[in-house]
């Protein structure tokens, strides 16, 4: 196997390190845009924490604050908008993923005359690539995505029904400062979300890989036993900050590429389906992956129970009679299933009032965006439209 790994984003990790913000960020700029989401970081102090140690450093503060959850275009428009007006050499991400996406392609649509909506994968002919982008550092405050230290941008666009990505170099934050004492305040759903999210992360790689990867196999398998076992902990005392940090640098190394590097992944399939199904409800990313993955899991274990047999002994310690014992691959899926229950994650659409109405839309709007060219989903095995309306009806 062939491949490259590139991850340019320095990280500063530790409690109390929101301190060591200004002095960071000072070589990168002196005239911020801060971009913060619905108000979280206000409340718990980490705003005002975050402004005066820029200001001590000598760099201006220029606010940019109410970014939703699955944040919309419009509000990457709004932040392109006020960074042109006011200055900003530099962008500063306050917040979860959502913060962080969209400031992402803020620090790249400052950059670029044409619409930033260009820059999403949303099946038109030639998506704007941005090439460069201002300096940006991205500071968690909920462990989730992983996109402090990743290339990607999920934003949507109300209008159109669309949610997809943008993933390219220019977009790798500078910077990623993880001071877990930040995600001390996130409610107990948001935290199991993040959890969820981080597994998913690392599953999509490991059953899509097409090469034999004893390493990035036991690699992935750490990440998921570390983010179930440190995750019970986390969702037992929400203060406990050592398993805090320990979910937070699980949800770091999830999605910065390390994991997966050489692992010949084809497609993130769930992730594929999942943003459609945000796209049109708006629903917490996670909560559609935690309904989503175990239906497809249990597709894909069908044509490849190899897998999904490994997974059910190292990952839950059942005994398989062989490597295609389809039993215990499905009893392995199950198990994870209940987990998901037990962190209170839902794992049917029915529980979030989706029936099954739009399966076929889902299904061939998620293939408009993304598709291997024969009209069917990347992973494996590929699916057809027929295929990923079996999988949701699997899941409603
Ligand atoms: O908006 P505020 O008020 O800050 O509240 C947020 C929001 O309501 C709250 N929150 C965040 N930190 C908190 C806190 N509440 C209390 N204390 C804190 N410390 O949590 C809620 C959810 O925030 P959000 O940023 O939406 O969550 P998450 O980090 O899960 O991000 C989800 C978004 O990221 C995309 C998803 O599709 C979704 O749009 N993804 C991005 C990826 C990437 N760039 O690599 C990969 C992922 O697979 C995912 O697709
Ligand atoms: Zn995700």
Redesign the pocket.
């Known amino acids: 196997m062939k491949f490259d790994v590139l991850n340019p984003t320095r990280v500063v990790f530790g409690a109390g390190r929101l301190a060591d913000l200004g002095a960071l960020a000072k070589p990168y700029g002196s005239r911020a845009l801060l971009v913060t989401g619905g108000g979280s970081v206000k409340r718990n102090g980490t705003f005002e924490r975050a402004v005066a140690s820029l200001n001590q450093a000598g760099v201006e503060v220029v606010e940019c604050s109410g970014v939703e959850p699955n944040p919309k275009i419009g509000s990457v428009r709004k932040g392109i908008a006020t960074a042109l007006d006011e200055g900003c050499d530099l962008v500063v991400a306050l917040g979860g993923g959502s913060v962080m996406d969209a400031a992402k392609v803020i620090a790249a649509g400052v950059l670029y005359e044409g619409d930033p909506w260009d820059m999403i994968f949303h099946g038109q002919p030639n998506p704007y690539i941005p090439f460069t982008a201002l300096p940006l550092i991205a500071v968690p405050t909920l462990a989730a995505?992983g996109s402090e230290m990743n290339c990607g941008a999920v934003i949507s666009d109300p209008e159109s029904q669309v949610k997809s990505f943008a993933s390219t170099e220019a977009l790798y934050p500078k910077l990623a400062l993880l001071d877990p004492e930040l995600t001390l305040s996130v409610p107990r759903d948001q935290t199991a979300y993040g959890i969820a999210?981080l597994i998913?992360?690392v599953t999509e790689g490991y059953f899509n890989s097409s090469a034999e990867t004893p390493l990035q196999d036991r690699l992935a398998e750490g990440v998921i036993l570390t983010a179930m076992q440190e995750g019970r902990k986390v969702l037992a005392d929400g203060s406990d900050l050592a398993a805090r940090a320990q979910i937070q640098w699980a949800a770091t190394l999830a999605l910065n590429g390390w994991v997966s590097s050489g692992n010949g992944g084809v497609g993130f399939p769930v992730?594929m389906l999942e943003h459609t199904v945000s796209a049109y409800h708006d629903i917490t990313?996670?909560a559609g992956?935690t309904i989503i993955n175990p239906a497809w899991m249990r597709f894909a274990a069908k044509a490849r129970p190899a897998k999904f047999v490994q997974f059910a002994e190292r990952i839950f310690a059942l005994q398989a009679k062989g490597s295609d014992d389809l039993d215990c691959a499905l009893e392995g899926i199950q198990r994870f299933e209940a987990f998901l229950t037990e962190i209170g994650c839902p794992t049917r659409f029915s529980q979030l009032g989706i029936d099954d109405q739009l399966f076929e839309t889902y299904a061939r709007e998620t293939l408009r965006i993304v598709n291997d060219g024969q009209g069917r989903l990347p992973g494996l095995p590929p699916m057809s439209a027929a295929q990923i309306v079996d999988v949701l009806r699997d899941a409603s």
Request: charged share 10%.
């Open positions: 995505t999210d998913t992360h992730h990313h996670a992956l």
